[in-house]
């Protein structure tokens, strides 16, 4: 089988699993990410040569106290967290030489970059209040418009490289191309979603082309320091969790804390 075939069935399967879990139920949805959560604390934890055990045991406090009873959780305070970590990751990428993390930092950035994004996603489709699983749908869409047009739109016509030393192959137009293509996306959105108005579904858009291509990079970031390609192999021919969901996980506490907002 074809590395292009075995990525296709891989990628439909993965699809298929996000959308159908997150529309049956909400005990589907916190499985599911639950388990996301604790691929990904693992996965993470080898880039940055963090305890393996560690991390999971972590991760499994974290999914048990959802789990348990959501409301003990001071998700505005860790969804606020998160940003922080995420923010003070960006700055990192305009720092050329190579960071030397110690313990403590490494665990800061793992609750931050890890458990407090994901626990961002699993609280974001009960943001109005009751499960809204249409929320985390209209996420995924817009994430998965911007990354496409932004692959089509930066072979088609891009030259002008949006951050060479971490992605080479990502350009201004992309971008450009990829956040034009979401904003109409959320228009149409907008008429079908009507939990959220349509300026909500376009500053909707907006964060996630410029959070989610962030989220890219960041994640391309710890790869170029571990000196590997995919952050895991549980997904044939896309990589692990965190390859899949880099985006995402950027994305999710800036939607949160924006929706509490608005």
Known sequence: MSESVTRAISGVIYIALLIGATLYSPLTFEVLFGFFMFVASFEFAKLIKLPKSLAMIIALMAISCVFWDRDIMPINAIAIFAVVILLALLAELFTTRKPNRSFPIKIIIFLGYIIATFTAILYLPFVKGDYTPNII??????????????????????????????????????????????????????????????????????????????????????????????????????????????????????????????
Do not use: C
Request: no cysteine; net charge neutral; aromatic share 14%.
């Open 137 to 262: 749908i209209g996420m995924m869409i817009l994430i998965w418009t911007n990354d496409t047009f932004a692959y089509i739109v930066g072979k088609k016509i891009g030259k002008n490289k949006l951050f060479e030393r971490i992605s080479p192959k990502k350009t201004i137009e992309g971008f450009a191309g990829g956040l034009i293509f979401s904003i109409i996306a959320s228009i149409i959105l907008s008429q079908f979603f009507d939990f959220f108005s349509m300026i909500v579904w376009i500053s909707s858009a907006i964060f996630v082309s410029i959070f989610g291509t962030i989220g890219d990079l960041v994640e391309s970031h710890f790869k170029r320091e571990a000196g590997v390609k995919d952050s895991g192999s549980i997904m044939p021919g896309h990589g692990g969790i965190l390859d899949r969901l880099d985006s995402v996980i950027f994305v999710a506490p800036f939607l949160y804390l924006i929706y509490q907002i608005l």
